[in-house]
């Protein structure tokens, strides 16, 4: 009978033991907390203070060998600096290091390639879109001509039955064409005008993150875990020391 009340009432003696060992949860986290912060700055390589970082929008260039961290990695040519893409349109450039003129000049020879490899495609893109435009209007002007020559053979009446029906064939083609090229030379021609060119958005140099809070914060969590876990240690050695005395 005696057990079965102990037993029942077990919960209470670990929180009454734990209300008279309260201050192990304030020395023990406050203690595993600071052992992590300093681990943490630590941990942090001093080659590694700064970091530099360029973002750049691509804009509507979607060339793979401009685009893949792995092809830019190539073209800028530059073990320092790192290439990655955060998200769908962007392309960062990043380095690290002690010095901070040292990874941000890094930075800025890897954009001194970069961006002129994006400007020059753009502008390849903007130059073959314009000359197929050109080509279109010239041949809106064709077609136009054509139509206008057909309509007048027509009206000359000293013309076949035959014939006439041959240049309105002629016309509704002419036409069918025109029409073709105009709807081509309007969609190229709003290409050009929503065309989104490459640009340097930000370019920063700041210090690296320690994780000390980070750190600290995880350390007084596992601190608080180790306390619980101590005391309750301690309470089954004091019981099973106080159950052995009365035997």
């Given at each position: 009978?005696?057990?079965?009340?102990?037993?029942?009432?077990v919960?209470?003696?670990?929180?009454?033991?734990?209300?008279?060992?309260?201050?192990?949860?304030?020395?023990?986290?406050?203690?595993?907390?600071?052992?992590?912060?300093?681990?943490?700055y630590?941990?942090?390589?001093?080659?590694?203070?700064?970091?530099?970082?360029?973002?750049?929008?691509?804009?509507?260039?979607?060339?793979?060998?401009?685009?893949?961290p792995?092809?830019?990695?190539?073209?800028?040519?530059?073990?320092?600096?790192?290439?990655r893409?955060?998200?769908?349109?962007?392309?960062?450039?990043?380095?690290?290091?002690?010095?901070?003129?040292?990874?941000?000049n890094?930075?800025?020879?890897?954009?001194?390639?970069?961006?002129?490899?994006?400007?020059?495609?753009?502008?390849?893109i903007?130059?073959?879109?314009?000359a197929?435009?050109?080509?279109?209007?010239?041949?809106?002007k064709?077609?136009?001509?054509?139509?206008?020559?057909y309509?007048?053979?027509?009206s000359?009446?000293?013309?076949?039955?035959?014939?006439?029906?041959?240049?309105?064939?002629?016309i509704?083609?002419?036409?069918?064409?025109?029409?073709?090229?105009?709807?081509?030379?309007?969609?190229?021609?709003s290409?050009l005008?929503?065309?989104?060119?490459?640009?340097?958005?930000?370019?920063?140099?700041?210090?690296?993150?320690?994780?000390?809070?980070?750190?600290?914060?995880i350390?007084?969590i596992?601190?608080?875990?180790?306390t619980?876990?101590?005391?309750?240690?301690?309470?089954?050695?004091?019981?099973?020391?106080?159950?052995?005395?009365?035997?």
């Open positions: 009978m005696e057990n079965s009340t102990k037993e029942k009432y919960l209470y003696q670990y929180l009454r033991f734990f209300w008279q060992k309260k201050l192990y949860f304030i020395f023990v986290p406050v203690l595993v907390a600071a052992v992590a912060a300093v681990t943490a630590a941990l942090m390589s001093a080659e590694e203070k700064y970091e530099a970082k360029a973002l750049v929008y691509v804009g509507d260039l979607r060339e793979d060998s401009l685009t893949s792995a092809n830019i990695q190539k073209l800028i040519n530059n073990e320092e600096v790192q290439v893409v955060p998200r769908n349109g962007q392309v960062e450039l990043s380095a690290l290091g002690d010095n901070k003129t040292h990874v941000e890094q930075v800025g020879k890897a954009l001194n390639v970069y961006l002129p490899a994006l400007e020059e495609e753009a502008q390849e903007i130059n073959v879109t314009q197929q435009v050109n080509v279109m209007d010239e041949s809106e064709v077609y136009e001509n054509s139509i206008k020559l309509q007048e053979r027509i000359s009446n000293d013309l076949l039955e035959s014939e006439v029906s041959d240049l309105r064939l002629l509704a083609d002419a036409q069918s064409r025109l029409s073709n090229a105009q709807e081509v030379s309007h969609r190229m021609s290409d005008v929503l065309f989104d060119e490459p640009e340097l958005l930000n370019q920063t140099v700041e210090e690296t993150d320690s994780f000390v809070l980070e750190g600290a914060a350390g007084f596992i601190g608080i875990i180790l619980i876990l101590l005391l309750m240690l301690m309470l089954y050695i004091n019981n099973a020391r106080r159950s052995l005395n009365n035997d």
